[in-house]
């Protein structure tokens, strides 16, 4: 006996991604969920960002990691709600996962939630957790062949951070050919270069997440 | 990809439809997978067989049908299919101007039961 199903096989995660999103845009959050390859600065981003933002947002922080909580540690010094998530192992945010800390924030007092995730540029691409938007980040340093090699992370955000630009002059690396190869993949995809060390660049990124949130 | 996790969600899937209608065993489930979906094929087979033991699914074989990239790129009119898990540029003109309507699938669409 045979019989059709048609059915995605990852509905469960996008059932539960809607249904975040539901309650995400109910208590009038805008979400990001931020991904990049481990190292490339997801948390100074968010420390930047904040610190310019702090006063005209009013913004949460999910940390995803696989094991500790140095980077919840690092957002509460700043004094906004952050919740810590250890995925134990898996290399990327599920819905089901942020789902399940959603009560653990003070949802209706803030304006603006990012969910940092699991470092991994391949991954957290695949799976929706509820964002309204998705933004990478690539450093200079990891090279100018990562929109080709990673393409899936680079054509579904809707920001491209190219961090560290700071460092340009000691490496040997094509900015340009990252924006190239980036707006191929994703043409309407929205590219800042900036140093969350030098805060060079910041300013354009924060002011355009205002305009977003706003 | 994450072969394991998606054998996982497919399965319970299938064991759920299989119970829902009535039958007790699962011979095989056909599924498709887009070129640009990121699975692996071989991958997904063996995470399939390594989960199916102790299931209504235990002798199951999974068929998968991989399905092309296609798109129309609004700069030369051109409907295209290609092989390529990724498109970077129309495959007839190189503009970037193009929509893809295939090739992310990750779909179960039949299921054999007894």
Known sequence: MEFKVASKILQANERIALENRRIFSDAGVYVINLMSSPGAGKTSLLETTIAGLKHALKIGVIEGDITGTDDAVRINRLGVPVVQINTGGACHLDANMINEVIPDLPLDELDLLVIENVGNLVCPAEFQVGEDMKVMVLSIAEGHDKPLKYPLMFQESAALIINKIDLSPFLDVDIDKIKKDSLSLNPSIKIFELSCKSGKGVDQWTSWLQTLTS | ?114
């Open chain 2, 1 to 114: 990809m994450h072969e394991v996790s998606i054998a996982e969600s497919l399965l319970k899937i299938a064991v759920d439809e299989c119970k829902g209608n009535g039958y007790t065993k699962i011979n095989n489930v056909k599924v498709c997978i887009g070129y640009a979906s990121g699975v692996m094929p071989e991958a997904l087979l063996f995470a399939f067989d390594a989960l199916k033991s102790g299931t209504i699914a235990s002798d199951a074989t999974l068929t998968i049908e991989e399905v092309p990239v296609a798109g129309h790129c609004s700069s030369c009119s051109v409907d295209f299919e290609t092989y390529e898990k990724f498109v970077l540029c129309c495959p007839q003109c190189g503009s970037s101007a193009y929509t893809l309507h295939a090739g992310r699938e990750l779909d179960i669409k039949e299921l054999e039961v007894a």
